[in-house]
C-alpha cells in the first residue's frame, strides 16, 4: 500500500514554495516510495477539522500515515522514512549519529533566525516592527551561516561525500531566505544550495507540487 502524506492543496500564494511539506515528498521522491497525497486546503480551514486534528496534535502539515502508523514534525517524519529505506543515511551508528546532528542543526541552530527573517520579509509593512527586528536577526543568522561557510569548505555536503537527509533539511532551510540576500556573502553556502536543489529528485518534487497547487511553473522555486 502506498503511504499517505496529508500536506497542502492550496496556499496564500505568499509562501508558495515555503510550505513544509516539500520537505517530506522531496524525502519520499529520494527515497522510490509509493505514495500518494491528500492535499489539504488552508485557507478554507481544512487544518483546523476534527478529523485532521486527530492526526496531527498541532494542526499542521505534513501528516506521514503508512498503514496506519502516523507520524507528524517534519524532522521526524524525514528520519523515519530514512531509517525505513536505508536511503540518504549511513548504516554505522556514528555516521547515522553526525547526520542526526545536522539534522538538527539545521532546525534548531539555522531555522530560526532564518524563518524569523522570511516572515518579515513576507508580510513587509504589515509587520510594525519587522524593519527594526530584522537586523538583529540577520545578526544572529550571521552566525550560524558563518559556521556553516567555514564547514563547507572542506566537503561537498554536511556529512562529507554524500548527500543525505541531513542536506535535505538544511537545503529547505536555506531556501527560507533564498531571495532576501541574507545568503549573498556565504558563497560556499549558496553553492551548496544549489547543488542540493539540481538533484532530480527536488526538480520532480517541485513540478508535482507546482501542479497541485494550480500555480505558475516556476512560482515555487
Known amino acids: 500500500m502506498p503511504l499517505t502524506l496529508y500536506g ?68 521526524a517524519v524525514v528520519l523515519y522514512l530514512a531509517e525505513k529505506t536505508g536511503k540518504l543515511m549511513p548504516a554505522d551508528l556514528k555516521g547515522r549519529a553526525q547526520v542526526t546532528r545536522w539534522c538538527f542543526a539545521a532546525l534548531n541552530t539555522l531555522e530560526p533566525p532564518l ?22 536577526l540577520v545578526e544572529w543568522a550571521d552566525r550560524g551561516l558563518s559556521g556553516l561557510e567555514d564547514w563547507l569548505k572542506e566537503r561537498p555536503y554536511l556529512t562529507g561525500e554524500e548527500f543525505t537527509v541531513a542536506d535535505l533539511l538544511m537545503t529547505t532551510v536555506l531556501r527560507e531566505v533564498r ?9 560556499r553556502v549558496s553553492a551548496y544550495r544549489e547543488r542540493c536543489e539540481a538533484r532530480p529528485s527536488w526538480q520532480r518534487t517541485l513540478d508535482a507540487y507546482e ?4 500555480v505558475a511553473a516556476g512560482s515555487a522555486r
Open 179 to 187: 531571495h532576501g540576500g541574507v545568503l549573498e556573502r556565504y558563497p
Open 115 to 136: 524563518f524569523q527573517i522570511a516572515m518579515i520579509d513576507l508580510f513587509g509593512a504589515a509587520d510594525p516592527t519587522g524593519a527594526q527586528r530584522r537586523p538583529g
Open 211 to 214: 501542479q497541485r497547487l494550480g
Open 8 to 75: 497542502f492543496g492550496r496556499v496564500n500564494s505568499q509562501v508558495v514554495g515555503l510550505t513544509r511539506d516539500l520537505r517530506v515528498l522531496w524525502m519520499l521522491e529520494e527515497t522510490g516510495l509509493p505514495y500518494q497525497v491528500r492535499g489539504l486546503d488552508h485557507p478554507a480551514g481544512e487544518f483546523r477539522s476534527e478529523e485532521f486534528r486527530r492526526l496531527s496534535p498541532f494542526s499542521q502539515a505534513p501528516v506521514l500515515d503508512d498503514e496506519g502508523f502516523v507520524l507528524t514534525e517534519t524532522g
